[in-house]
């Protein structure tokens, strides 16, 4: 069992960066892979990307690729989403999960535990 939060939302303008932090508390378990996903009004919850318990695999949606990073710090039980270049399509509420499942999901039915979300706004 996983708690999650996330942290660092925000308003900014298009072709800024920011920088969305997850703090995860493992109740039972161990070897969790995170993911990041995110939803915009009127839309599905979609992936954005992933990273395995132990860091050496990540996994980003095409249209983050090349604009946004995923690490994860164990010692700190955190998992930063570093987002660059931001564009006003990356409006949406973002959501930290974690999975069970070997290699991170990029689905949200790999999930079974979600955070709360935290907005971020991207103005033109």
């Known amino acids: 069992q996983v708690q999650l939060e996330e942290s660092g939302g925000g308003l900014v303008q298009a072709g800024a960066s920011l920088k969305l932090s997850c703090t995860f508390s493992?109740?039972?378990?161990?070897?969790?892979?995170m993911g990041w996903f995110r939803q915009a009004p009127g839309k599905e919850r979609e992936f954005v990307a992933a990273i395995s318990w132990n860091g050496r695999r990540t996994d980003y949606a095409d249209s983050v690729k090349g604009r946004f990073t995923i690490s994860r710090d164990n010692a700190k039980n955190t998992v930063p989403l570093q987002m660059s270049r931001l564009k006003s399509e990356d409006t949406a509420v973002y959501y930290c999960?974690?999975?069970?499942?070997?290699?991170?999901?990029?689905?949200?039915?790999?999930?079974?535990?979600w955070g709360q979300g935290t907005q971020v706004t991207v103005s033109s």
């Open positions: 493992i109740l039972s378990g161990s070897g969790y892979a």
């Open positions: 999960a974690a999975s069970g499942a070997h290699p991170p999901p990029t689905t949200t039915r790999g999930y079974g535990y």
